[in-house]
């Protein structure tokens, strides 16, 4: 599919989604409580076919957070960039796609560690790289350690 086949069945699926062509790749863009039914489409629709996650990430925009998923489809050759808004800072939290595409089940631990995003529903969400002792996200904006110079 090319872009344009893309938005259009996207939004057969999900009226509320938004896109944004600036980069290299199709962004979506879905607010956090309609991603879980989005991403579930993309994986299993045989016109979709979404079968890698090859990347997950989170931005900070300091007064919100973005999950951030690129997705491709081995067999029909497509790219697709889905981008979950989490308003709540506070209370970070969003679904688990690690059910859908195994890679996730990593990338989301060491968000939910650096970020502080809670994955509902994630089969193993612990820390992976900092000690037990640790407090705070190193990579949200707000985040200070004067230990280490690092200010807000």
Known sequence: MN???LKSAILAIQPAATFDESGEFLNVHISSELLLPLMLEL???KDFYFDYL?????IDWKDHLMM???LT???LKHTL???GKISNRDNAEIESVAGIWKTAEF???EVYE???VKFLNHPDLRKLILDDYWTGYPLRKDYSDPVNLIEY
């Open 3 to 5: 872009n344009e086949e």
């Open 43 to 45: 994986r299993n629709n």
């Open 54 to 58: 090859f990347c997950e990430t989170c």
């Open 68 to 70: 951030v998923y690129h």
């Open 73 to 75: 489809s081995k067999s």
């Open 81 to 83: 960039v889905v981008k």
């Open 107 to 109: 990338m989301e631990r």
């Open 114 to 116: 650096l970020f502080g």
